[in-house]
């Protein structure tokens, strides 16, 4: 099998069917779609296996540890990762990727359509890729030498920063998915929050704390 394609999911029942009709629209067939559904308490599960190979639940509320029980499920020789409210270009990416990805490379970037910014192309700088899995083909074998760890936010960043230096990597300056930025309701967004309110919460503690020259209202 040449690709396996992950997506964690987290109550997405109003979203996910885009991200899993424009797997199913693709022209290449040879691939599984891996579905893992993380605390989900709506019709995220039962929208999920209408369309994937395999349907995963877990109770992590972790998106890094979701995409993880994802890529060890995984069988293919590729692996690509998807958010739950996102969705790719045309039915030709897997087509496309099939050409690129090869043995001589561990990863394949790719460009992206990311909000008001519009076309975004694979490098984020001059000499960085962007710390994102999704923007990415991931060879299997390569990518399992590494874990997504548990934390609140910025798993990808970190298994990027682990697994992209040393790596042989091919960029494709052509733009193949469409990133949706913390919709309302994602795990990017309640995190970010929870992160906003127990920075308020520390503060606060910090203000009340004797011997503090802060003062609240």
């Avoid at 090869?102 to 700088?125: C, E, N, Y």
Wanted: glycine share 4%.
């Amino acid at each position: 099998m040449k690709f396996s394609i992950i997506i964690p999911a987290y109550n997405s029942q109003d979203y996910i069917a885009n991200a899993l009709i424009s797997v199913k629209q693709q022209k290449f067939t040879d691939y599984e779609l891996i579905v893992v559904c993380d605390s989900c308490t709506d019709f995220t599960k039962a929208i999920a296996e209408q369309y994937a190979d395999k349907v995963i639940e877990v109770n992590y509320h972790n998106d890094g540890l979701s995409r993880q029980a994802g890529m060890d499920a995984a069988e293919g020789d590729w692996l690509l990762f998807m958010d739950d409210d996102d969705k790719w270009m045309h039915p030709y990416v897997l087509e496309f990727l099939n050409i690129h990805c090869v043995d001589d490379f561990d990863i394949v970037a790719f460009g992206f359509i990311f909000g008001r910014r519009g076309v975004v192309g694979p490098m984020m700088t001059v000499d960085s890729l962007w710390p994102n899995v999704w923007s990415k083909a991931w060879r299997a074998e390569y990518a399992k030498r590494f874990r997504f760890e548990n934390v609140p936010m910025e798993s990808d960043f970190r298994f990027c920063a682990a697994a992209i230096p040393g790596a042989r990597i091919s960029l494709v300056d052509a733009p193949l998915y469409i990133y949706n930025y913390m919709r309302k309701g994602s795990q990017t967004e309640l995190k970010a929050r929870r992160t906003s309110d127990e920075r308020e919460d520390i503060s606060r503690q910090s203000a009340m704390a004797p011997g503090s020259d802060h003062k609240t209202e």
